[in-house]
Each structure stands twice: as structure tokens, then as C-alpha cells.
């Protein structure tokens, strides 16, 4: 098991910027691809950036590239979401998601593809 706990979500304004956090306790990242998805009420969950922990490989959502990014901390247990720029479509629950892997160079974007989830945490972008 990787228990994953977010916290950074709220309610900012449209043009604003929010940074998400993603924790695992007791382990690093660098042998997981780390996913972020969001889903907003009554849609499917959607794919928003993954990274590979294990070189560092990213991969955006065309909805979010050069608006979000993802990063990890140096020792590689904390996964973060920048958002900037946010717009009112952007509101939904967040997720960060794990699946562990030591081959780069990949990322996964379903949903299916992950093992483990986050609670997910609220962002509402106000226009």
C-alpha cells in the first residue's frame, strides 16, 4: 500500500494560481509514475499531468500545458501540482495517483493504469 494525502486545494479567483501537494509517508517517488487527474461533478475523471520518478519524464494534458506543472521535492516523497492562470473550468476535485514501475521514460493517463489514490482535494475557481 502508498497511502497518498493532498492538501494545497481552495478557492481562488480566475487568473489566480493554486499549488496542490502529494504525500506519501515512508516512501519516495522514484520508482512510481506519479499521476494527477480531476474530476468535476457528473464527468469522468480526466488526466491532468504524470511524471516518471524515475527520470523525471512529464507529460501535460493539452487543457493544462503551460499553466501546470508538476514537480517533485528533492528527496522525491512530495509530488506537486503548480497551477497558474487557473480558469472557472478548472474547478474540480484533484487526485494524485501512484503506480510503481522502474522503467522510464513512460507515464500512464487512465485512471486504470494507477494503483493507488489520494482522497482527492477540492479546487474552485471562481470567474
Known amino acids: 500500500q502508498v497511502p497518498l494525502v493532498e492538501s494545497g486545494g481552495g478557492l481562488v479567483q480566475t487568473g489566480g494560481s493554486l499549488r496542490l501537494s502529494c504525500a506519501a509517508s515512508?516512501?519516495?517517488?522514484?520508482?512510481?509514475?506519479m499521476g494527477w487527474f480531476r474530476q468535476a461533478p457528473g464527468q469522468e475523471r480526466e488526466f491532468v499531468a504524470a511524471m516518471n520518478g524515475n527520470d523525471g519524464s512529464t507529460y501535460y494534458a493539452d487543457s493544462v500545458k503551460g499553466r501546470f506543472t508538476i514537480s517533485t521535492d528533492n528527496g522525491k516523497n512530495t509530488v506537486y501540482l503548480q497551477m497558474n492562470s487557473l480558469k472557472p473550468e478548472d474547478t474540480a476535485v484533484y487526485y494524485c495517483a501512484a503506480v510503481g514501475t522502474y522503467t522510464g521514460g513512460i507515464v500512464y493517463i487512465t485512471p486504470r493504469d494507477y494503483d493507488y489514490w489520494g482522497q482527492g482535494t477540492q479546487v474552485t475557481v471562481s470567474s
Open positions: 515512508g516512501r519516495t517517488f522514484r520508482s512510481y509514475i
